[in-house]
């Protein structure tokens, strides 16, 4: 009976080996695909982070009001970035301060 016990034991101390080797070749496997493929995909993080700065390039708005002499700060793009006191400035005129603008920005 003891010797009986003895051997069930250690068959089942057996089966908890393998399956914690088996458990270990696995995540050694997994391990490995993990940095294999880690890899390859170094490339798209970089694909990532040109999006922001693409971002960056179209959102340069200037600091004020684009009239000229005028230093208030403008009330966003949907006022033709242009200030409480400019924004009923005809279309042209706006027009004129933003092509001034670009070519400010442009020069410096
Ligand atoms: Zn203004």
New binding site residues.
């Given amino acids: 009976m003891s010797l009986d016990k003895t051997i069930r034991d250690r068959a089942t101390q057996f089966g908890l080996d393998i399956a914690t080797l088996v458990r270990q070749s696995i995540a050694d496997e997994v391990m490995r695909l993990v940095g294999a493929r880690s890899t390859p995909t170094t490339t798209a993080p970089k694909r990532a982070t040109t999006a922001p700065t693409r971002k960056g390039r179209k959102l340069h708005l200037p600091p004020h009001?684009i009239?000229p002499n005028?230093k208030?700060p403008h009330r966003g793009l949907r006022f033709s970035l242009?200030?409480a006191?400019?924004s009923s400035a005809p279309k042209s005129a706006k027009r004129k301060w933003l092509a001034a603008w670009h070519k400010q920005k442009a020069s410096s």
């Fill in positions: 009001c009239a005028c208030k242009c200030c006191d400019h």
